[in-house]
């Protein structure tokens, strides 16, 4: 059975435009998947329709573009969307680099092939399941499922653990290591009080793990070098990846 996609494309030139709408559209037949694509000529348009639609999966952002850029229009996505793929286009192999800020999942370098596209679907759709992984906790009396992306960090806090998300802070009455034990792969630990959502290190600085929205989580001298390989090994397969 078909999929459904939600891709927008940004670029300032139409000639560019048109041909990435193409592109995706034959690459989204090849994988199963039914495109709704949405067009924008300027990065200030596409951050102005993402307010009323923060569900789209996926964005194909030219990096050369007047007034905003595509690398600007990248940083306002991820302080407000840590879910939406990124993927890069432009004729010019130096910005390649500047992607692992923003989490890009792929650079594509002008002219795009078809092939170059589907590569890019492919990808996305084992990055991002359509079934989420979610956990149930029961905090204030109340239960909640929590989509697993969502979470930041967990930190220890006396006999408690506060799980940060990106918009607030709940307690439950678990162990670090029981909730470990629920959630994904993804969530390491770096300290004895702390575990983190792998997804949302920006990078390791010394000894603290800088995070998606910019907080500092200590990573302990034992658990350094542990820390150090989950990080590259998930970049690896997520940033920039050829096949």
């Not at 995706?24 to 199963?32: D, E, G, L, M, S």
């Not at 939406?84 to 692992?100: D, L, P, R, S």
């Not at 792998?198 to 200590?218: C, F, M, T, W, Y």
């Amino acid at each position: 059975m078909s999929k459904n996609i939600h891709i927008a494309v940004v670029d300032d030139e139409t000639i560019q435009l048109d041909t990435m709408i193409s592109l995706i559209t034959q690459a989204a037949k090849k994988v199963n998947l039914i495109s709704n694509i949405s067009a924008f000529s300027s990065g200030e348009s596409f951050l102005f329709e993402l307010e009323d639609q923060p569900d789209m999966d996926m964005v194909f952002l030219d990096i050369e573009m007047k007034q905003v850029d595509g690398l600007k229009v990248a940083k306002k996505i991820r302080e407000k969307n840590q879910q939406m793929t990124i993927v890069f286009a432009t004729a010019y192999t130096e910005y390649a680099v500047q992607g692992y800020d923003v989490q890009a999942l792929d650079y594509l370098l002008k002219p795009i092939k078809v092939g170059d596209v589907v590569r890019v679907l492919k990808r996305h759709l084992d990055r991002k399941p359509f079934a989420r992984k979610t956990i149930t906790i029961e905090t204030q009396g109340e239960i909640s499922k929590i989509d697993q992306e969502e979470i930041l960090y967990i930190e220890v806090n006396r006999r408690e653990c506060a799980i940060h998300l990106k918009d607030k802070i709940l307690t439950v009455n678990e162990t670090l290591k029981e909730l470990a034990d629920r959630l994904s792969n993804d969530f390491i630990q770096t300290h004895r009080s702390y575990l983190i959502n792998v997804a949302h290190i920006n990078r390791l600085i010394s000894k603290d793990a800088e995070l998606s929205n910019g907080e500092q989580v200590p990573v302990s001298r034992r658990l350094i070098k542990d820390v150090q390989e989950r990080f590259i090994a998930y970049h690896k397969e997520t940033v920039f990846y050829n096949d």
